[in-house]
């Protein structure tokens, strides 16, 4: 099975800086979608940002863009101008299907991140 | 546009009670329909997907069930509550291939 791996359990930032948040994949595919999400205290689990395997350039979302290293199975997400809001829980996934041919996304642990005003 | 629901939102209930919370989504058709759970301070954990109606597969063993009795219906159960069934409780749906998944608001259920 695939596994999803962030290695930063807790990260911080000051206002305004800028973050970068890591995230590694294990697949044998060549084809499959990776996503960052954001779960802040609400518990309400909004996605951040989406990546194409067979795209190379690397995704943006105003202030969240993305460094996908595909041969290196890396995707980290990097938060430009950090603002309060940011502060939450964010999780890596990857999007596998299984041998009936549903599909799944596999999470990472997860990197609290805590910005510093 | 697409609304996910689920209730109840928060839930206390006394070791070896049963257990019913339900997910419905509106705005689409024959959607993929996901549950987890997430313990305190850990990641997502599939529970169970469903790709149609009585169509259901289950990730980990477990004294949880799922039924879909409706197209946009998702429901998750349990005969007798442990005290390790605790956590937020997390709906999630989406189609097609390759595309996100979009999240409830989530359950959180204390086990007592």
């Known amino acids: 099975a695939q596994t999803v791996t962030q290695s930063q359990p807790e990260m911080s930032v000051q206002e305004a800086e800028t973050v970068t948040l890591s995230c590694t994949y294990d697949?044998?595919?060549?084809?499959?979608?990776l996503f960052w999400y954001k779960q802040p205290p609400s518990r309400q689990m909004i996605l951040v940002i989406r990546?194409?395997?067979?795209?190379?350039q690397n995704a943006t979302e105003n202030r969240f863009s993305v460094n996908f290293q595909k041969a290196a199975k890396s995707f980290s997400l990097k938060i430009s101008d950090s603002q309060l809001g940011d502060a939450a829980m964010y999780f890596c996934?990857?999007?596998?299907?299984?041998?009936?041919?549903?599909?799944?996304?596999?999470f990472g642990k997860g990197t609290k991140l805590t910005v510093n005003p | 546009s697409q609304t996910i629901h689920q209730w109840p939102a928060t839930l206390v209930q006394p070791v070896g009670s049963p257990l019913s919370l339900e997910c419905t989504v509106e705005g689409t058709s024959n959607p993929n329909l996901y549950w987890y759970r997430q313990a305190a301070g850990r990641g997502l954990q599939l529970l169970f997907y469903?790709?149609?109606?009585?169509?259901i597969s289950s990730e980990v063993p477990q004294n949880l069930s799922a039924s879909r009795p409706q197209d946009r219906q998702f429901i998750l159960s349990s005969k007798k509550l442990l005290l390790s069934d605790s956590g937020f409780y997390l709906c999630?749906?989406?189609?097609?291939?390759?595309?996100?998944?979009?999240f409830g608001p989530g359950t959180r259920l204390t086990v007592l």
């Open positions: 996934a990857y999007s596998e299907f299984d041998q009936g041919g549903s599909e799944k996304l596999v």
């Open positions: 999630a749906w989406n189609v097609g291939g390759y595309n996100e998944q979009f």
């Open positions: 469903s790709i149609g109606i009585d169509q």
């Open positions: 990546q194409e395997a067979y795209k190379q």
């Open positions: 697949t044998s595919e060549s084809d499959y979608y």
